[in-house]
């Protein structure tokens, strides 16, 4: 089975502060592993992902993450916080079990950037 | 090009009542996703499509629930003898593929009361 957490539903940091919102997640087979940001009466975008290459992991926005099996965590960060990041991040996990590929989501967190 | 739609952005409706949410996918993609997202939480799986089938369809609550994609490319959640606890954001994503590293593209949900 695979499961996701994200510890800390709200985190708030000073504009220009370093961002680190993080997700630990347990999967019995070798996991994918994506970020998505929702902004106010948006669908969800994706950050970034894991898909087994390289471990630190580049998205848009000048987020990153890395990937780190022994402590089972994908923690997102970003040097220097904007006003524009804030918005809610999810953690997801994928795996191929039974035949498919099935998507558990974090419960989130909401980032919020202090002027 | 255009996104992920969902119609209608908004649905209200009584207890008991029947309720389709429709998910216009981007053109081209061959796997369709529907997740409900309640208060609070992260998006949960109900129902994946490949082309006009239900790969997996385990997430479903129970069979007051029903989704069907008869062309491969717009989808209908039916939802029968809507209960209060059906309220939430019904979200809609599509993939170009169904493989576990294809980015999924969301779109902005449907907000579904039950009164």
């Known amino acids: 089975a695979q499961s996701v957490t994200q510890l800390g539903s709200h985190v708030s940091v000073s504009e220009g502060a370093l961002v680190l919102l993080r997700c630990n997640y347990s999967s019995s087979v070798p996991p994918y592993l994506f970020w998505y940001v929702q902004y106010p009466n948006q669908g969800l975008q994706l950050l970034l992902k894991y898909t087994s290459a390289a471990t630190l992991v580049k998205g848009i926005n000048g987020f990153e993450a890395e990937f780190k099996k022994s402590e089972t965590s994908f923690h997102l960060t970003k040097p220097s916080a904007h006003m524009s990041d804030a918005a809610e991040y999810f953690c997801?996990?994928?795996?191929?079990?039974?035949?498919?590929?099935?998507?558990?989501f974090g419960t989130g967190t909401r980032l919020k950037v202090l002027a | 090009g255009a996104g992920v739609s969902q119609t209608p952005s908004n649905k209200v409706t009584e207890k008991g009542k029947y309720v389709e949410l429709r998910c216009d996918p981007i053109?081209?993609?061959?796997?369709l996703y529907w997740y409900r997202q309640s208060l609070g939480q992260g998006p949960e799986f109900l129902i994946y499509?490949?082309?006009?089938?239900?790969?997996?369809d385990s997430g479903l609550p129970n069979d007051r629930f029903f989704a069907v994609r008869p062309e491969g490319s717009v989808s209908t959640l039916k939802i029968q003898r809507t209960e209060r606890g059906d309220s939430a954001v019904y979200l809609c994503?599509?993939?170009?593929?169904?493989?576990?590293?294809?980015?999924?593209?969301f779109g902005p949900g449907t907000r579904l009361t039950v009164l």
């Open positions: 997801a996990v994928t795996s191929f079990t039974s035949g498919t590929y099935k998507y558990i």
């Open positions: 499509f490949q082309g006009t089938g239900a790969a997996d």
């Open positions: 053109s081209g993609h061959t796997a």
């Open positions: 994503a599509s993939s170009l593929t169904s493989g576990g590293t294809d980015t999924q593209y």
